[in-house]
């Protein structure tokens, strides 16, 4: 680099998470989830909404209603509710801001890219359905927190995204647990994920990759205690500098 110096490790592949990160559909969760608890005069708040996020949806629903024991909603009863509402609202859902220069511009270069989510992969499908010139990038590259073939364990175990890494983009980074040798560990290194979630960022960071946090502004008011820390925090995904990671930079004029 020329003009200025190298801020962050040089990575060669890039890990996405989905809701809340590419596309606006914690507000949709919010909503719904809301909507139906004020039938019982209660409320997500956002210390609870952040132990749900990047869990698989069914794990996320079970640690919602442990904080509501004392009111008569099932955990079936809720789903169902809970289902038909987001299925509503799933086709309208919209991409955020910078996601869409950020994928074509990793694409046009060449960049190993792929999708980790908690999210079922039948509610992956409703969600990205219509945003296909973004989704389309990844080429079916996408593990969703039901894919039961892959037996990973929900955010915050690293599980996910070594997967994804291993699997979906054919790289050296060894088991989820066990052994790993330098070679994989180096290779883990390599790897550059995009997150907004808590648990995601400690699944990241336990995976052994770098990533870059990008949490709603709730989140900043949450207490937090674990042992890992974002490599980068942004505001927004337009706020992404690539090559302060080694990647291509944007072009000057600003397209892609």
Known sequence: ??????????????????????????????????????????????DIKAGC???????????LLSFF????????DYLTQRNKLQDERWPTVTL??????????????????????GSRRRNYEMKTGHLQDVFGCF??????????????????????????????????VGPIEGFITEEQWEERRKGLIFEDGLPGMQAGKRAGMSVVWVPDNNLLGVGYSGEERADQMLKSLQDF????????????????
């Open 139 to 172: 080429e079916g590259k996408v593990i969703c927190g039901d894919d039961t073939y892959h037996a990973a364990r929900g955010k915050p175990a690293p599980d996910i995204f070594i997967i994804a890494a291993g699997k979906l983009l054919s790289r050296n």
């Open 1 to 46: 680099m020329t003009e200025k110096e190298q801020s962050f490790p040089k990575v060669e592949y890039v890990l996405f998470d989905m809701d809340g990160l590419m596309i606006d559909s914690e507000k949709i969760y919010t909503d719904v989830t809301n909507e139906i608890l004020a039938a019982y005069r209660k409320e997500m708040t956002w």
């Open 96 to 117: 955020l801001p910078g996601v869409k220069k950020l994928v074509h511009h990793l694409k046009a270069h060449n960049i190993p890219i792929a999708i980790a989510t």
């Open 241 to 256: 500098v690539p090559e302060d990671w080694g990647l291509p930079p944007y072009p000057p004029n600003g397209s892609v």
């Open 53 to 63: 996020m990047g869990k698989p949806e069914r794990q996320a629903a079970e640690y």
């Open 69 to 76: 024991t004392d009111i008569n909603l099932t955990l079936e």
